[in-house]
């Protein structure tokens, strides 16, 4: 991350401390840190990508994780969604009304 104020790619994601944090945070407002001046600056979310923000390797790296993170997300979908049709067919199956056979003479 670059830091606005020295220019420095140093800046790390800082901790969130206090009610402003937590009312920046419903914007999507993220705290910074710069390793280099000490500075503390906010970034929008959606800035993360943007070119006077990060670095090539950087957003490839960001790029790489959201990917893997929809992949895990798609799979942990399926099983879920397996699970539930298998708990559905069960329930059917015990709560189905057996059909006796009829006697006849």
């Not at 830091?3 to 009312?23: E, M, Y």
């Not at 790296?61 to 997300?73: C, G, Q, Y």
Request: hydrophobic share 35%.
């Amino acid at each position: 991350m670059t830091c606005p104020h020295c220019k420095q790619h140093h800046a790390h994601r800082s901790h969130r401390s206090g009610l402003a944090d937590r009312i920046r945070r419903l914007f999507q407002m993220i705290p910074y840190r710069c390793r280099t001046c000490k500075r503390r600056f906010y970034a929008f979310r959606a800035g993360e990508q943007s070119p006077r923000m990060r670095t090539n390797e950087e957003r490839k790296i960001m790029e790489l994780r959201r990917r893997l993170k929809w992949k895990r997300t798609k799979r942990e979908l399926i099983i879920y969604g397996f699970a539930a049709l298998f708990v559905a067919i069960v329930i059917y199956l015990i709560t189905r009304p057996s059909t006796a056979p009829l006697s006849g003479s």
